[in-house]
């Protein structure tokens, strides 16, 4: 009964007052591409945003926000500048190529400035990020029919553990697929007859470090994203300290920045309070961008917005959705006390 009282209440309110009563400090945004094409990489993960659709998010983060760049963030931490009111920080993950075309040149005409994390693994195309691999697997997979269909369904089940696999349980069996059991994918290439090698060369999926500095020449900011983007919950406390430490350094080495920024590949859940503990103390980062749960929340500690996870929402629906939350359990919270 209160949920469905404070629904309509919070409903009625204007979009301004929802924000203000959240008690969010910091709008940040982020996104992974933006495209009108159906790309095999991406489709089975998650919809891209049209560019249509994110010119209409630009323009709504200009209406009702103040963007801000990465060095404003990290002048705010360390020397304590102000921000405009309603900051909003956004940024771009992954470092793909499509971005060049879209997200930048609409941020450069709506002077929105935007930070590319980015897997130095991939640029110039040198690798794919096991969840792309999967991807273009499936797109192969959901092509097959008949017999064939079966046939290649259970030789993929055998290889990756799954007896008996279906053809229409594939896109599932494979998304399963974990970081540290990524090789499978590679078997699974073989049976389908895909070659990762010839995909990135015909693909282009990611930037090359040429395009990356004509981003960074344009005004943009570049932080780090992992080396190869593993999820951090699933590899132990050594390697998501290489994996960062690594990453940060490689991008500090071709793109100097007077930040040394990093952002979770995937999210920071799971992810101990020791971690935030050791690559905040010894200068590892000087801000970690994370999603989901915070271990250590902190102002060097940025949630991020995660455009992509309601496809068809608008922006100002979505963070709509995201304060009205907010405050719906943080009254909830109260009412329980």
């Known amino acids: 009964m209160l949920k469905r009282i404070l629904n309509r209440f919070l409903g009625a309110l204007p979009f301004s007052v929802v924000r203000h009563l959240s008690g969010e400090k910091l709008a940040a945004p982020f996104y992974h591409a933006v495209t009108d094409e159906p790309l095999p990489h991406i489709r089975h993960l998650f919809r891209a945003r049209s560019l249509q659709a994110f010119e209409k998010d630009l323009d709504f983060f200009l209406k009702e926000f103040h963007p801000i760049s990465l060095e404003d963030l990290l002048n705010h931490v360390r020397r304590g500048t102000p921000l405009p009111p309603n900051p909003l920080f956004l940024s771009v993950d992954d470092g793909l190529r499509e971005n060049l075309r879209t997200v ?77 059991q990524s090789a499978v994918y590679d078997r699974v290439a073989k049976i389908l007859q895909v070659d990762f090698d010839d995909y990135l060369r015909a693909r282009t999926p990611y930037l090359s470090h040429a395009e990356l500095r004509e981003l960074v020449q344009s005004g943009f ?117």
């Open 104 to 180: 930048a040149p609409l941020c450069i005409r709506k002077g929105i400035p935007a930070t590319f994390f980015v897997n130095p693994d991939f640029l110039d195309n040198r690798a794919m990020g096991y969840r792309y691999k999967a991807s273009v697997l499936i797109d192969v997979a959901s092509r097959l029919d008949g017999p064939t269909a079966a046939d290649v369904a259970s030789r993929i089940g055998d290889a990756i553990g799954v007896p008996g696999l279906r053809p229409s349980d594939i896109p599932t069996a494979l998304l399963a697929v974990t970081y540290p």
């Open 221 to 337: 900011a570049v932080g780090a994203h992992s080396l190869d983007h593993p999820r951090f919950a699933e590899i132990p406390f050594d390697e998501q300290l290489r994996q960062t430490r690594l990453s940060i350094q490689a991008i500090q080495n071709d793109y100097p920045s007077p930040c040394r920024s990093f952002a979770f590949p995937f999210g920071s859940d799971g992810v101990s309070e020791a971690f935030f503990d050791t690559v905040l103390g010894d200068g590892t980062a000087d801000l970690l961008f994370c999603v989901g749960r915070i271990a250590k929340p902190g102002p060097r500690t940025i949630p991020r917005f995660w455009m992509e996870a309601v496809p068809g929402t608008d922006a100002r629906e979505m963070f709509r959705n995201s304060y009205r939350q907010q405050v719906k359990s943080r009254l909830l919270s109260l009412a329980r006390r």
